[in-house]
């Protein structure tokens, strides 16, 4: 079992930046593919990011290409997405996911793929 819990989420002004945090407890980060989703109202969940830590890459959807960065701190166990140059179309719940069993050479960019989710962080960007 792998239990995530997002935090970070806000308000912010067009422009500005966050760092949203993905705690994961039960298994060890490194050891499975991740990503970060997200869902605007009345739209289907997207991926944005994905990382795949064998093999040392990073995906990103091109909306977010250049400004959002996948990271992580394996002492705790934690990954983050840092979100600069926000945008009001980044307005969104975003998820944190994991592909538990996925082969760690992939970085899986559809929701299918991935069995664990945490609850999801409200990200709000005004104009």
């Known amino acids: 079992q792998v239990q995530l819990v997002e935090s970070g989420g806000g308000l912010v002004q067009a422009g500005d930046s966050l760092r949203l945090s993905c705690e994961a407890s039960?298994?060890?980060?490194?050891?499975?593919?991740m990503g970060w989703f997200r869902q605007a109202p009345g739209k289907e969940r997207e991926f944005v990011a994905g990382?795949?830590?064998?093999?040392?890459?990073?995906l990103y959807a091109d909306s977010v290409k250049g400004r959002f960065t996948f990271s992580r701190d394996n002492a705790k166990n934690t990954v983050y997405l840092q979100m600069n140059s926000l945008k009001p179309e980044d307005t969104a719940v975003y998820y944190c996911?994991?592909?538990?069993?996925?082969?760690?050479?992939?970085?899986?960019?559809?929701?299918?793929?991935?069995?664990?989710w945490g609850q999801g962080t409200q990200v709000t960007v005004s104009s």
């Open positions: 039960g298994r060890t980060v490194s050891t499975y593919p």
């Open positions: 996911a994991a592909a538990w069993g996925v082969s760690q050479t992939r970085i899986p960019p559809v929701e299918a793929e991935y069995n664990y």
């Open positions: 990382i795949s830590w064998s093999i040392g890459r990073t």
